[in-house]
């Protein structure tokens, strides 16, 4: 597998282009974004990780089979009188305050073993001694879909193994944000040895491939060299800076109204496309961020084939008549808006001039 760190992006970034470019659009520039045709079953099979063995079985459970029963399952979650999926993943849920959807669960003495599932892919869940560890399959949920009822044993002979199918998302007309699956081939079994699994070369609380995947570095617990270790930074790949520009990126976040305080969640991040040094210079408080590159030539494997941003926020527009007036897109599955943002008397003023809802 490609290994991309942070100072090669760095680098990369800083040899091309200038942060006036990085940051503000020019007049008559536009987003040349084309479709890119969905993977081939033997694509996915050529281009994954060398530490991923994937084998065909002779019986499995379909595709179709398993999920029509997440999909009903799902729906079973959240009616009142069901209460299964709580009792049966309490120990993880309450481990991992929700963090992770759950499912193929195995104990194996006093160590218990599950699947998860977040925003950023597929996780190891593992509870041992009272302490929870979570380790990163990269295993891209746009390639790869795991089966929610597991026949086997998910740990046996110092390996993970589990049983799924190759897959290709298909973009649902006039709905955002749900996109729907198709198989490409069932019946197979993704096996990684524990070994590869749970290193963690810098002993940040991060295994080497959930680093490698998002662009932070394994052989160093503080990737921005902070002074704070990664697990407890919020911006980990960038070091904060206090300016007008970042304080503007700041305000447009994304933000949550929970029960959960998310700083506290180790395991989640809401990761944007930007070569902005002033978005990635913010300092979040409510949630950890990672940044990628535009260009796909600067991204990491796992980022160039799996659609891991729910949110965006464009360069700046500077307007022709203020110098303090600039324009700035927003945008999510579902909606866009464009905001007119004026720095007047030290601060921002902010409003939507134009909103699109899907």
């Given at each position: 597998?490609?290994?991309?760190?942070?100072?090669?992006?760095?680098?990369?970034?800083?040899?091309?282009?200038?942060?006036e470019d990085r940051c503000f659009i020019k007049e008559g520039?536009?987003?040349?974004?084309?479709?890119?045709?969905?993977?081939?079953?033997?694509?996915?099979?050529?281009?994954?990780?060398?530490?991923?063995?994937?084998?065909?079985?002779?019986?499995?459970?379909?595709?179709?089979?398993?999920?029509?029963?997440?999909?009903?399952?799902?729906?079973?979650?959240?009616?009142?009188?069901?209460?299964?999926?709580?009792?049966?993943?309490?120990?993880?849920k309450d481990k991992f305050s929700e963090q992770f959807r759950?499912?193929?669960?195995?104990?194996?003495?006093?160590?218990?073993?599950?699947?998860?599932?977040?925003?950023?892919?597929?996780?190891?869940?593992?509870?041992?001694?009272?302490?929870?560890?979570?380790?990163?399959?990269?295993?891209?949920?746009?390639?790869?879909?795991?089966?929610?009822?597991?026949?086997?044993?998910?740990?046996?002979?110092?390996?993970?193994?589990?049983?799924?199918?190759?897959?290709?998302?298909?973009?649902?007309?006039?709905?955002?944000?749900?996109?729907?699956?198709?198989?490409?081939?069932?019946?197979?079994?993704?096996?990684?040895?524990?070994?590869?699994?749970?290193?963690?070369?810098?002993?940040?609380?991060?295994?080497?491939?959930?680093?490698?995947?998002?662009?932070?570095?394994?052989?160093?617990?503080?990737?921005?060299?902070?002074?704070?270790?990664?697990?407890?930074?919020?911006?980990?790949?960038?070091?904060?800076?206090?300016?007008?520009?970042?304080?503007?990126?700041?305000?447009?976040?994304?933000?949550?109204?929970?029960?959960?305080?998310?700083?506290?969640?180790?395991?989640?991040?809401?990761?944007?496309?930007?070569?902005?040094?002033?978005?990635?210079?913010?300092?979040?408080?409510?949630?950890?961020?990672?940044?990628?590159?535009?260009?796909?030539?600067?991204?990491?494997?796992?980022?160039?084939?799996?659609?891991?941003?729910?949110?965006?926020?464009?360069?700046?527009?500077?307007?022709?008549?203020?110098?303090?007036?600039?324009?700035?897109?927003?945008?999510?599955?579902?909606?866009?808006?464009?905001?007119?943002?004026?720095?007047?008397?030290?601060?921002?003023?902010?409003?939507?001039?134009?909103?699109?809802?899907?």
């Amino acid at each position: 597998m490609k290994k991309l760190y942070l100072f090669a992006v760095l680098t990369a970034l800083s040899c091309s282009k200038t942060i006036e470019d990085r940051c503000f659009i020019k007049e008559g520039e536009k987003n040349n974004y084309t479709e890119e045709k969905p993977y081939t079953a033997k694509q996915i099979l050529d281009e994954k990780a060398d530490y991923i063995t994937i084998t065909t079985l002779k019986k499995f459970r379909s595709f179709e089979q398993d999920s029509i029963y997440a999909h009903e399952t799902k729906w079973r979650m959240y009616e009142k009188e069901t209460n299964t999926y709580d009792i049966e993943y309490r120990l993880f849920k309450d481990k991992f305050s929700e963090q992770f959807r759950c499912f193929g669960k195995q104990q194996s003495g006093n160590t218990h073993y599950a699947l998860g599932q977040n925003n950023l892919g597929y996780w190891l869940l593992k509870i041992e001694n009272n302490q929870s560890f979570a380790y990163f399959l990269g295993l891209s949920f746009s390639h790869y879909y795991l089966n929610d009822i597991q026949t086997i044993p998910i740990i046996k002979d110092g390996f993970l193994q589990v049983e799924g199918s190759l897959v290709q998302i298909i973009k649902v007309p006039g709905l955002p944000g749900h996109d729907d699956y198709s198989a490409l081939e069932d019946g197979k079994l993704f096996k990684i040895s524990l070994k590869d699994l749970t290193k963690d070369s810098d002993h940040d609380g991060y295994n080497d491939i959930f680093e490698e995947s998002f662009g932070l570095n394994p052989k160093n617990k503080d990737t921005d060299g902070d002074g704070t270790d990664d697990s407890n930074d919020l911006n980990p790949m960038f070091t904060s800076e206090k300016n007008k520009f970042s304080e503007l990126y700041h305000m447009l976040l994304p933000s949550y109204t929970t029960t959960f305080d998310l700083k506290k969640r180790p395991y989640y991040f809401e990761v944007f496309k930007s070569d902005c040094d002033y978005f990635h210079q913010i300092n979040p408080t409510e949630y950890r961020v990672l940044f990628s590159p535009e260009d796909k030539n600067h991204q990491t494997g796992y980022i160039k084939i799996t659609d891991v941003f729910d949110f965006g926020i464009s360069k700046m527009k500077k307007s022709e008549t203020n110098p303090n007036l600039f324009y700035i897109n927003k945008w999510s599955s579902g909606s866009s808006s464009d905001y007119a943002a004026e720095y007047k008397n030290g601060k921002w003023e902010v409003e939507i001039v134009s909103q699109t809802v899907s």
